[in-house]
């Protein structure tokens, strides 16, 4: 029995450390192993990564109107929305307030990643229902390729995160990363 309480505290441990406790998503460290694995494997087998950055617009006037646990519901709705929307083999990920990442691994060219996050837009902006209340929010999304954008994985998410914050400026939706970001946000 001792033995048995020792390996679940252990097995708690591990899931702590790698998974993001709210939303039970992989969090920002075991994101960037696999995208390390995944860019390991595209360099291997001649393919290319999509990685994507997603922040909720909105989300701080949820948590200032109807309150922090309505905020978090949302935030559980949110990750449990995008599992759904997203290809078995493509990892999700929480990174901390509201903002979550995804990698597409092993994009073939004949694949097109904007469709990818065209369809995670969709499936976030459409109208949430919590215990008969309707809300409605929206969603700045990046888009970075490896190995078109950088050949590093914190190149690669450092892209994603600029192109989302240029997608934000511009009022949500989807924004692909290019080079021109760099100049602009300087």
């Not at 033995?3 to 252990?10: D, L, S």
């Not at 922040?55 to 905020?71: A, E, I, P, S």
């Not at 995008?82 to 994009?107: H, M, Q, W, Y």
């Not at 490896?146 to 914050?165: T, V």
């Amino acid at each position: 029995r001792d033995v048995t309480e020792k390996k679940r505290a252990q097995e708690l441990i591990n899931f702590q450390a790698y998974h993001d406790l709210l939303t039970k998503l992989p969090n920002r460290r075991l994101m960037e192993d696999r995208l390390g694995i995944a860019i390991t494997q595209a360099k291997r087998d001649k393919q290319n990564v999509a990685v994507m950055f997603l922040d909720l617009d909105r989300f701080k006037w949820v948590n200032d109107t109807m309150g922090h646990t309505m905020g978090d519901r949302l935030l559980q709705a949110v990750g449990q929305r995008l599992e759904n929307t997203l290809r078995s083999g493509d990892t999700l990920a929480r990174f901390g307030g509201d903002e979550f990442a995804v990698i597409f691994p092993k994009t073939a060219a004949a694949d097109r990643p904007e469709d990818f996050a065209r369809a995670v837009h969709r499936s976030i902006t459409e109208t949430f229902e919590f215990d008969g209340r309707y809300l409605r929010i929206g969603a700045s999304l990046g888009l970075a390729l490896f190995p078109d954008d950088s050949m590093r994985s914190n190149d690669i998410l450092q892209a994603a995160d600029m192109a989302m914050l240029r997608a934000k400026r511009e009022g949500g939706g989807v924004r692909k990363y290019d080079r021109g970001i760099d100049a602009g946000s300087q």
